[in-house]
């Protein structure tokens, strides 16, 4: 019955393969873009928090607290007081902050790497 | 690629071979189209269903348990694609078949009679009035029949395709092979007289 059919249409498999690549490298095409842009913002972010960071540090004198030790060695003897105003004094959240897009951009750059290195795309 | 399993080749795919996808393609789009050609009688709509159908495989093949059958999953998506397609084509016949409590009237009231021999389905010359006939059965029985005699599947294959017990299309096969013969059988003796 079936196994003698033959009207099969001509151009079947390649119109199939046309499409899904067609397909594959719009989906490529997305995720390049989302992973480069992806990575763009979050390099501006690392470098206008890293700058945010040293404004905070310097504004809330943790410099100054870490500097005391240079001129009066005796201070040292008073070590939990100096460790406990450094750590007040330092901008923890920000610092947290800068490390999650630091890992947001090396994500982004480790895919966009994938997927540069795949199948050549012909768009 | 043709010594490759298709697991094999779905791996591989999934890896980064974008090839690998297209031995898959390779080796089902024949038989699928021709599967499909036969439930929906028409070329264009044929390969449309087709191509629809391996764009949902593409889709979805991440999703795949690769420790199960490749070939049963992908006559499973092409089987409902095709269905979906004939319902918005609103000419599908196994709902007219069917009663209030989805049962099948058509195959219920041919007597389940002892396995057949399915020999009209090898000869030659009974092509055009086999087809002729399988047009007339309902959709549901229709996609056993090509399975079972299209593609060579077996029961337990079969069942997962149409997501029905064993025993229920070991069944309605042997129903539907009957009154298939009886059709066939009583058309030839008319075309004779």
Redesign the interface.
Known sequence: MIKDYNQILPGLEQDIIKKINKLENNRLFVKRITYSSVSLVSLFGIVQYITYIFKAISVSGAFEYVSLPFYDISLITYWKELILSIAESFPFMEFGITLFIAGLFIWSIKNLQVNLTMNKLNI | MKSLTDVQLISSYLE?N?EA??GL??RY??SL??FT??LVNN??E??DI??ES??KV?KNIKKFDQTKSFKTWIFTITERTAIDFLRKRKNISFSSMDNDESENNFAQSVPDKEPMQDEI??R?E??EL??EVLNMIPIDLKVIM?LR??EEMTFEEIAKVVDKPVNTVKSQYRRTLFTLKEHINSRMHRNSQ
């Open positions: 980064g974008r996808f297209n393609i390779n789009s024949q189209y021709k050609y036969y070329k264009e044929a390969h087709v191509q391996f764009i593409w389905f090898e030659n009974n092509i086999v087809n090509i005699h299209g």
